[in-house]
C-alpha cells in the first residue's frame, strides 16, 4: 500500500514535498504526472494540446489506479486527479495529505507566464476558479491538511512525516 498520497492544487509544491518526504522516510516518490509523461513520450501541456484534456484525464486515471496498486511509497497526484469518482473510491484506506495553498501564494509560484494548459487566460482567474472548485474536494479526502504559504517545502514534509508517524503509533 502507498504510504502517503499527496493531493492539491498546481503551485501545492506535490512533487516537490513528495520528493522530500519519500526521502526522509527512506521510501521511493512518484508523480502521476510523470507517469503519463512517461507512457505517452510527451509532456501534458502537448497531450492537452494535441489530444484534449478528456484524453489526459484518462490517461491519468489509468496512471494514477496503477501507482495505488503498485507503489508503496509516497505518491503525488496531479491537481485535478482528485476529481474523477473512480479515484477518489481508490483513494479510501490510503493515508491522504492535502497541501493547500493560498491564491496569492499560487499565482506566485505557478507564474504569470506559464504553459499550463488549465491557466489559457486571466492566470489569476483560472486559479481562483480551480482552487474555488477542487479545495472541498482535497478537504473530503484528506485525512491530513497542510497548509504551504510562507513555508519551505523541507519545512512542509517535515511536517507530514510528523503527521504520519503520529498515525503509525499505537
Do not use: C
Not at 486527479?81 to 495553498?101: I, M
Not at 513555508?151 to 508517524?165: C, F, G, K, M
Request: net charge negative.
Amino acid at each position: 500500500m502507498t504510504l502517503a498520497v499527496i493531493v492539491g492544487p498546481m503551485g501545492a509544491g506535490k512533487s516537490t514535498v513528495g520528493a522530500l518526504l519519500a526521502e526522509s522516510l527512506g521510501v521511493l516518490a512518484r508523480d502521476s504526472d510523470t507517469d503519463v509523461e512517461r507512457i505517452e513520450g510527451r509532456s501534458i501541456s502537448d497531450i492537452f494540446v494535441d489530444s484534449g484534456e478528456q484524453h489526459f484525464r484518462v490517461l491519468e486515471k489509468a496512471a494514477v489506479a496503477d501507482a495505488l496498486a503498485s507503489h508503496d511509497g509516497v505518491l503525488s497526484l496531479g491537481g485535478g486527479a482528485v476529481l474523477d469518482p473512480d479515484t477518489q473510491a481508490l483513494l479510501a484506506g490510503h493515508r491522504v495529505v492535502f497541501l493547500r495553498v493560498g491564491l496569492s501564494e499560487a499565482v506566485k509560484r505557478v507564474g504569470l507566464g506559464t504553459g499550463r494548459p488549465l491557466l489559457l487566460g486571466n492566470v489569476r482567474a483560472r486559479i481562483k476558479a480551480v482552487l474555488d472548485e477542487r479545495a472541498p474536494v482535497y478537504e473530503s479526502l484528506a485525512d491530513f491538511t497542510v497548509d504551504t504559504d510562507g513555508r519551505t517545502p523541507a519545512e512542509i514534509a517535515d511536517e507530514v512525516r510528523q503527521a504520519l508517524e503520529q498515525v503509525a503509533r499505537p
